[in-house]
C-alpha cells in the first residue's frame, strides 16, 4: 500500500458496515490508529500480523501525527479509523492540518454514520414528502460551544427531521429547547450503541422520552432522532406514483381522465 495516511470511516459498530475500500486498506496498513472509544475493535480482525496497533482514544494530537511522521518518514502506511463517517464529528481536519505541513499524503474513505444507522436500526426514512425533506445533523451545546446561530432552539423552529449526536447526557435540557418549537407529542427515538450486537432502542414522544431514557440508563453512544419523520402520517414520493411521469417512466392516465 502507498505511504501515506488513510482515515478510514468504520462504520456504526457492525463490523460488516465498514465499506469494501476500508477493509483493504485496514488489511494492508503497516500501522493502524483507532478511536478505541468507540470504534468496534472487530473491525481491526482483518489486519496484518506485523501491524502496530495504536488506541486513539489514549493519545493527545501531538502524539498521533508523530507516530503517523514516523511511519511515513519509514515508507510505511497508516490507517487511521475513525468511528461512523470521519467528516461528522471526526476531528480530522486538525490531523490533515499537521500532515499537510509535512507533507504527508493522505485519503479519506468514508463511512456509515450512526445518524443513517440509527434510521436504518427504525427502519424509517428522514425525507419522508411533505413531512420532512431536510436532515439537521447537530449537537447540543455542553463542554463543546455551538455557534451562536446553530442554537438547539434556532434548529428546532425549522420542525425538520433531526439526529442529534453527542448530547443524551443532557436529555432533560434538550427536550426543553427541543419543545419551544416542536409539540410535546413530537416522535423522538434514542438508539444506543445502533448496529452492535447490545443496541438499545427507546422510543417516546418529547413529553415522555426524559423518563425513559433515564430509566434505560443511556448516558453515551446514542443517537437521538426526533422529528414527525419518526410518526405514522406520511406521503408517497412521486418517484413511483403510477400517475407521475419522469425521465425513465411514462405515468399512466387514471381510467375516465
Ligand atoms: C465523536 S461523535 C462521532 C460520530 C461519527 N463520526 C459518526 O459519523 O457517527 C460520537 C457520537 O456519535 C454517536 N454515535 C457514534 N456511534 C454510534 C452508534 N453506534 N450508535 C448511536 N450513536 C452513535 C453518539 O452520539 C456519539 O456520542
Not at 427504525?122 to 425525507?127: A, G, I, N, P, V
Request: some cysteine.
Amino acid at each position: 500500500m502507498e505511504s501515506k495516511v488513510y482515515f478510514i470511516g468504520a462504520g456504526p459498530g457492525d463490523p460488516e458496515l465498514i465499506t469494501l475500500k476500508g477493509h483493504k486498506a485496514i488489511g494492508g496498513a503497516d500501522v493502524i490508529i483507532y478511536a478505541g472509544s468507540l470504534v468496534n475493535p472487530q473491525v481491526l480482525a482483518n489486519c496484518g500480523k506485523e501491524a502496530v496497533i495504536y488506541n486513539s482514544a489514549e493519545m493527545d494530537l501531538p502524539e498521533i501525527i508523530e507516530v503517523m511522521k514516523n511511519a511515513c518518514a519509514q515508507g510505511l502506511s497508516v490507517a487511521r479509523v475513525h468511528t461512523g463517517d470521519p467528516s461528522i464529528y471526526g476531528s480530522i481536519r486538525e490531523q490533515i492540518e499537521e500532515l499537510d505541513k509535512l507533507q504527508i499524503g493522505y485519503e479519506v474513505i468514508p463511512g456509515v454514520s450512526s445518524f443513517t444507522a440509527a434510521a436504518s436500526v427504525l427502519c424509517k426514512e428522514f425525507t419522508v414528502p411533505e413531512i420532512s425533506q431536510t436532515v439537521i445533523c447537530t449537537r447540543f451545546e455542553g463542554r463543546t460551544p455551538v455557534p451562536e446561530l446553530e442554537q438547539i432552539e434556532l434548529l428546532a423552529s425549522h420542525k425538520t427531521s433531526m439526529a442529534i449526536f453527542l448530547s443524551v447526557h443532557m436529555m432533560e435540557k434538550l427536550v426543553e429547547k427541543l419543545t419551544k418549537h416542536y409539540s410535546g407529542s413530537t416522535p423522538i427515538a434514542v438508539v444506543e450503541k445502533a448496529t452492535w450486537t447490545d443496541q438499545r432502542v427507546v422510543r417516546g414522544m418529547l413529553n415522555d422520552i426524559v423518563l425513559k431514557v433515564k430509566e434505560a440508563g443511556i448516558r453515551k453512544t446514542a443517537m437521538i432522532l426526533v422529528g414527525d419523520f419518526l410518526g405514522t402520517e406520511y406521503n408517497n414520493s412521486k418517484l413511483y406514483d403510477a400517475g407521475f411521469t419522469h425521465e425513465y417512466r411514462q405515468g399512466k392516465t387514471p381510467c375516465g381522465e
